[in-house]
């Protein structure tokens, strides 16, 4: 299995900063590379796919880079309705694998 | 607008057999992969495995041999099927829609917290 590793598991930020969370994966995914937002109680919603192709409907101040084993998602001048939990997803091979996710908390 | 909805028992009996259902409106299930995706309380999100309309699946190897998934595309659902749970089981089960070539999940259901207690 592919192992997803993101970081940090914990951010505190402010509405207007520049975030950036980061997914390293246990070999290359190329760009199969996904990431998703997680409100509380709510299911988890795709952002970015491809490793950097913004979904549709999705802001523009979500980006995302990278490809092989080192990606990157940036939020920048952050909303309220950021804080959430996001998590990368490999979709290169099966088992499909999740990273442990991050927490972004206002501060 | 593409629709899914999990049902099914919200309780199980430990060593019992968790059937859950996702009713897809919206779409056809004769495309795309459907898959399933749990999330035990306050913990990170597990992928359980997927099923094609032609009933070809691919499952996690943590749970294969407990896990089978069906769909029945004359209901326009899919299926899931875990036996002899354990508490560890106890989780939000989510049913989503993979696109194929890309393998993300654009569609997602709300979730239906399963809990295995005796």
């Known amino acids: 299995d592919i192992q997803l590793t993101q970081s940090p598991s914990s951010l505190s930020a402010s509405v207007g900063d520049r975030v950036a969370i980061t997914c390293r994966a246990s070999?290359?995914?190329?760009?199969?590379l996904n990431w998703y937002q997680q409100q509380p109680g709510r299911a988890p919603k795709v952002l970015i796919y491809g490793a950097s192709t913004l979904q549709s409907g999705v802001p523009s101040r979500f980006s995302g880079s990278g490809s092989g084993t080192d990606f990157t998602l940036t939020i920048s001048n952050l909303q309220p309705e950021d804080f959430a939990t996001y998590y990368c997803?490999?979709?290169?091979?099966?088992?499909?694998?999740f990273g442990q996710g991050t927490r972004l908390e206002m501060k | 607008q593409v629709q899914l909805q999990e049902s099914g028992p919200a309780l199980v009996k430990p060593s019992e057999t968790l059937s859950l259902t996702c009713t897809v409106s919206g779409d056809s299930i004769s495309t795309y992969y459907w898959s399933w995706v749990r999330q035990p309380p306050g913990k990170g999100l597990e992928w359980i495995g997927y099923i094609y309309y032609n009933g070809g699946t691919n499952y996690s190897p943590s749970l294969k041999g407990r896990v089978t998934m069906s769909v029945d595309t004359s209901r326009n659902q899919f299926s899931l099927n875990l036996t002899a749970v354990t508490a560890a089981d106890t989780a939000v089960y989510f049913c989503a829609r993979e696109r194929r070539g890309r393998g993300d999940c654009d569609y997602w259901g709300q979730g239906t917290l399963v809990t295995v207690s005796s």
């Open positions: 997803q490999q979709s290169y091979s099966i088992p499909r694998t």
């Open positions: 070999q290359s995914v190329t760009k199969y």
